[in-house]
């Protein structure tokens, strides 16, 4: 079992629509999660941190953690073009190390 | 603007030579991370420091991968010899607190 999964993709969303992005991870000892995006050609540039269960907001995205489910997701409202790149999902596992997913492409559909 | 630095942004050598990857993590910060993207494996983990410690290199093949940080400013990375098979991107990253901060990676090509 690989320790953060995703699901490969690729997710089209119509403009304007919410993207949805989910992630599962193995380590219950987990405590910190983070979403990163990553253009074509660039480094992951983090966009989300998210420490305990329920909700996090920042702007269009919420971050949403469930540690009984061991479930991590991003939601993008109003989804513009500009979003469209690979979305990683990473876990500080119990060994304090950042673990990641291999990522979700998404495609925002003008 | 504070920044991960990495050098060189792009190398290509022959099988057998020696590469050497540097970083300038963010000033203050005492994580650093170094990681590998490949289009089949993704990001993968290869070492990470913390106070210049290593506290992990169980990601890195031993027999030719090095980390090292000989200072608070400069962590590297050195394959010997290096492989087709190395060719990849490496990111280092660096962090204060839980979270990591990427620089623009060294894109590896081993001919």
Not at chain 1, 54 to 62: I, L, S, V
Not at chain 2, 46 to 63: E, H
Request: proline share 5%; net charge neutral; aromatic share 10%.
């Amino acid at each position: 079992q690989k320790e953060v999964e995703q699901n490969s993709g690729p997710l089209s969303v119509p403009e304007g629509a919410i993207a949805s992005l989910n992630c599962t991870y193995s380590d219950r000892g987990s405590q910190s999660f983070f979403w990163y995006r990553q253009y074509s050609g660039k480094s992951p540039e983090l966009i989300m941190s998210i420490y305990s269960n329920g909700d996090q907001e920042d702007g269009r995205f919420t971050a949403q953690l469930n540690k009984a489910s061991q479930y991590v997701s991003l939601l993008i409202r109003d989804s513009q073009p500009s979003d469209s790149a690979t979305y990683l999902c990473a876990v500080e596992n119990r060994d304090d190390k950042i673990i990641f997913g291999k990522g979700t492409r998404l495609h925002i559909l003008p | 603007d504070a920044r991960v630095t990495q050098t060189p942004r792009h190398k290509v050598t022959e099988m057998g030579q020696e590469v050497t990857m540097r970083c300038q993590p963010i000033l203050g910060h005492n994580t650093v991370f170094w990681y590998r993207q490949t289009m089949m494996q993704g990001l993968e983990l290869l070492a990470y420091f913390r106070n210049r410690a290593p506290l992990d290199d169980s990601g890195m093949p031993k027999d030719r991968f090095s980390a090292e940080m000989p200072d608070a400013t400069l962590a590297t990375l050195k394959i010997q010899p290096s492989e087709p098979r190395d060719s990849a991107v490496y990111f280092c990253a660096s962090g204060a607190t839980v979270e990591a901060f990427f620089g623009q990676g060294t894109r590896l090509t081993v001919v």
